[in-house]
């Protein structure tokens, strides 16, 4: 499960403007993507290198990103902690430009398309 949870969160945080700093657009607003099957899925991505992540079933997930180059984020779960056994991070290319009031839709590695709205304010 944490690890359609990765791909998703890096879906939903496939945000980017045209400037040194990819996530500039979602700062202090919210992501709200729609999971396979309708489930509403909450983030936000802070530009301290930490992102949160609201799952309709009441979990929280916390955790940090981290460029690996100019086109890839990294990004890792810190809470709660993953199980053993559990991967804890993973890594995903960036594509498109997105804003405040975008809708777009990313398919994840298993084929499953997830639909984002980036929303102003928290």
Known sequence: MKNLLLAAAAIVMLTTVANADPFTSAYGNTLITTAPGGAKIVSYVNADGTW?????????????????????????????APKPGEQSSGCRPITGTHAVGDTW???????????TTLTAGR
């Open 52 to 80: 949160e992540r609201h799952l309709p079933d009441g979990t929280v997930l916390k955790g940090t990103y981290a460029w690996k180059d100019a086109q890839t984020v990294c990004f890792t779960v810190t809470a709660p």
């Open 105 to 115: 839709t990313e398919t994840d590695p298993k084929g499953n398309s997830y639909t």
